[in-house]
């Protein structure tokens, strides 16, 4: 290495000096949680370019979260002085994106595509089903787009899914009419832009040529959970098949933890680990083995709970810190006891200095278990963020303006045209829709198209609905962003249908959120106006010549710009870059930046990240272990996997809590303590609460004992006076409330509501209230203000 390099590798440890620095050639990282994968994948990109071995345009990097490529970004414009854009680092979908915008005539898309998210796809799903009168009892929208999505990730178009029943048969032909009416409306959904993609390289020879000859590097994280067709399309841009061999030119370096492999569900395959292994013939393979995040007793707790998995590839994890703090082990009444000893920890943790907010993370098994522990944050004012929960782009009102917005680009988008035709309302009824659509599809197209031939009022008010857009449309042609969302949130409408909601204020907000969102997409993405026609090379220097006359000559220098047609230059409009940052992001963190908050998150969407105190709440049988997965012996080791990702989360201090009652999905729920707990090291655990010998001595007690339901805990031996350390948290005398159902309430935060349902007794007790303005809420009776309005 260069001189100019050694300060990158300063520090790192032999296994990792020899990773980063790993002469070209296919290489697998596998290595344990917190032993440095990422930062070796980053550090190696760094050594790349840094010692002339490879441009910025020679790298392609997939990371597993957009927050995943932002932050290697970030860090690697702090340790080198270069463009960064040049880079493909990001998802899989991100890359996908990029390929697609600049090959879209190949991939027979419009060059302003738009993304489904999740949720549009399910609402095309539905739309599909009313249109061919599908019988949504036989045929659920949500499975269906589950098939769907199942398909695509096995690489499956319909002509290939074989079809065994008539099950089969009926969904297989939903698919390709699904598949057309994407087609027709020029929209992707987040399975189609990987196969998409992936059918491009493989059925354009010079694309593909041209892409791995020019990816010299390419670095893949978390490659445990990649699947089958992700996979694929890494060996597409690797090499071509010769003679039954892969014949590659570039490098291949993948990093993984077999243990952390928790997206079986949806498709990862682990067993890519072993087939790169085979099938790109690599020869080194490392194993990294110190772990520098945690100290050992948390360590330690993860090594013993994973080595009750079977299937394992074997590596081992140790840390020379010391011991640190024990787990510490809670077991409360109830959800809401649960939630409100984690408050209280937190808050002391906070206090004393130990950990800032942001530093400390909330983790469950599932989305359902945040409501109380928000509630509970809530209620005393603690700043927190969720990932994963509704986000800002899924909100309804920056849905309802994206379609809009979606229109402007794309007239033929009927996902945006429903979502949006008679919203706010514009005298437009179910019965016009549904012949409109019925008109749509005997001439084969758009809704837009579709209302010419509408007649009598109700074809006045499409026509109407669609001038207003088409005029908009003309209107802001050449504008930048923030005047085109101006302009569309006036003309449609929607500024002023929130203005009279009575409770539509944070709803306004939002909408203005929208056009700073746009605005520092456009400062970031380079899409600013001088920025916008600035092609540049492989190397990040701007490209003189006309981006056109560069085609797809592999000797050429290359376009790094992401969103720019490969063929003509013609770039994307900042409109149509931000709807698709939109989509792609939509997953993403979008809380206020800089904001000191907890951190709340399902186990999976912690993956990669670690923070210096962890919570795992919900540590109960059928829920985590989910009841789902276990069922099969796969099952449970994945859930066991989950368990040790959640638990190599943490740096500092581990918090483990479970709940013998618990309100989930509208039922309470008696559950047992997690047979976790019986797998991890009692000399690394510290128990707040006694710990009982075993749940199956108190199990048949609980579910019989009916009087437990009203309060009497007697029986199991849980009396909370006989909590020692620390003590129980103090608890109000339950309130009389004296609430019903349907009764008008007012809360000071949230404003007047109505009870919609009542549960529980005594400081268990809450309630179900909707506020017009904060949607529907759980509150916790003991806690929350509530007053009765007359
Ligand atoms: P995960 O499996 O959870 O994704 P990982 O293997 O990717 O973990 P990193 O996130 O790269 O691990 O590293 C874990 C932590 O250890 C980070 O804070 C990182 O900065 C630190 N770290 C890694 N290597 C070293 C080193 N040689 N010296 C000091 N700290 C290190
Ligand atoms: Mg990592």
């Known amino acids: 290495p260069s ?57 392609l990097a997939v990371t597993f979260t957009n927050k995943a490529a932002k932050e290697m970004l970030t860090r690697l414009s702090a340790m080198l002085p270069i463009n960064v854009r040049g880079m493909w680092i990001g998802t899989f979908h991100g890359l996908c994106n990029r390929l697609l915008r600049a090959h879209h005539k190949l991939a027979g898309l419009p060059q302003t595509f738009q993304i489904l998210d999740t949720q549009d796809q399910l609402s095309a799903v539905k739309r599909l ?221 906070v206090q004393g200095g130990t950990a800032t907010r942001s530093e400390i993370a909330v983790l469950y098994r599932s989305n359902a278990q945040s409501r109380v522990i928000e509630s509970a944050l809530f209620n005393v004012a603690v700043p927190y963020r969720v990932y994963g929960g509704l986000r800002f782009f899924e909100r309804a009102e920056i849905k309802h303006a994206l379609a809009y917005l979606r229109l402007l680009e794309n007239p033929h988008d009927d996902t945006s045209f429903m979502r949006v035709v008679n919203f706010p309302a514009r005298g437009i009824g179910a019965r016009s829709l549904e012949s409109l659509q019925d008109v749509a599809r005997q001439i084969g197209c758009s809704l837009h198209d579709a209302v010419s031939s509408i007649s009598g009022k109700a074809g006045a008010n499409l026509g109407a609905f669609v001038a207003m857009i088409d005029v908009l449309r003309e209107q802001t042609q050449g504008q930048n962003l923030r005047a085109i969302i101006g302009q569309m949130l006036q003309a449609s409408g929607l500024i002023e249908h929130y203005r009279n909601e009575k409770e539509g204020a944070d709803r306004l907000e939002n909408l203005d959120e929208l056009i700073s969102a746009a605005e520092s997409f456009v400062t970031q993405e380079g899409f600013g106006k001088d920025a916008v026609a600035l092609p540049i090379d492989e190397t990040g220097a701007p490209l003189t010549q006309s981006p056109a006359s560069q085609g797809l000559d592999p000797n050429a220098p290359l376009l790094n710009q992401p ?7 013609e770039t994307l409009s900042p409109l149509a870059a931000f709807l698709t940052h939109a989509a792609l992001e939509a997953g993403d963190n979008q809380a206020q930046a800089g904001q000191d908050a907890v951190q709340l998150m399902t186990v999976h969407a912690s993956k990669g990240l670690e923070f210096d105190c962890v919570f795992i709440g919900g540590l109960e049988e059928e829920l985590f272990p989910h009841q789902n997965a276990m069922s099969d012996q796969g099952g449970l080791e994945e859930e066991r996997r989950l368990m040790y990702v959640a638990i190599t989360r943490a740096r500092a201090r581990l918090y483990l809590s479970h709940a013998q009652t618990r309100l989930l999905h509208g039922q309470t729920r008696y559950n047992l303590r997690s047979r976790f707990f019986d797998e991890l090291p009692e000399e690394c655990l510290k128990w707040l609460t006694p710990r009982q010998q075993g749940f199956a001595s108190y199990a048949p007690d609980m579910r019989a004992v009916g009087a437990y339901q009203s309060g009497a805990r007697g029986q199991s031996g849980f009396k909370s006076e006989a909590f020692t350390s620390p003590p129980v948290p103090p608890r109000k005398e339950a309130p009389a409330h004296g609430l019903r159902v349907g009764l008008a309430v007012f809360h000071t935060k949230f404003g007047e509501g109505k009870v919609l349902a009542l549960e529980g007794a005594g400081d268990d007790a809450r309630a179900q209230v909707n506020f017009p303005r904060h949607g529907t809420k759980w509150l916790a009776l003991a806690v929350a203000k509530l007053t009765i309005v007359e």
């Open 3 to 59: 001189g100019q390099a050694a300060p990158l590798l300063h520090g790192l440890n032999p296994e990792q000096l020899a990773a980063v620095t790993l002469p070209a050639g296919h290489a697998l990282i596998l290595a344990g949680a917190g032993s440095g994968k990422t930062r070796v994948l980053t550090t190696r990109i760094a050594w790349l370019l840094s010692t002339g071995q490879a441009a910025p345009g020679g790298i």
């Open 129 to 349: 089903c009313k249109q061919f009168n599908v019988d949504e009892e036989r045929f659920k929208p949500k499975e269906l787009a589950y098939f769907f999505a199942g398909c695509k990730e096995e690489g499956l178009r319909p002509r290939d899914v074989p079809v065994r029943d008539e099950d089969t048969r009926n969904k297989v032909e939903l698919y390709q009419l699904y598949e057309e009416q994407c087609q027709r409306e020029g929209v992707v959904d987040f399975g189609e832009l990987m196969l998409r993609s992936y059918e491009l390289l493989r059925d354009n020879d010079p694309v593909r040529v041209h892409y791995q000859r020019r990816f010299a590097h390419m670095l893949v994280d978390e490659f445990q959970d990649t699947n089958k067709l992700q996979y694929a399309w890494l060996k597409l841009l690797a090499g071509d098949m010769v003679d039954g061999r892969l014949q590659t030119r570039g490098s291949v370096i993948a990093v993984g933890d077999d243990d952390q492999s928790i997206y079986a569900f949806r498709g990862a395959r682990v067993g890519n680990m072993q087939d790169f292994v085979r099938e790109f013939g690599v020869e080194r393979q490392i194993k990294l083995e110190q772990n520098y995040r945690s100290y050992s007793n948390i360590l330690d707790s993860a090594n013993a709970l994973i080595a009750h998995n079977s299937k394992r590839l074997g590596k081992n994890l140790r840390t020379s810190q010391g011991p640190g703090e024990p787990v510490r082990v809670y077991e409360a009444n109830s959800d809401l006891a649960e939630a409100q000893w984690m408050v209280d920890e937190i808050r002391q943790l």
């Open 563 to 569: 969103l720019v047609d490969a063929d003509t230059g």
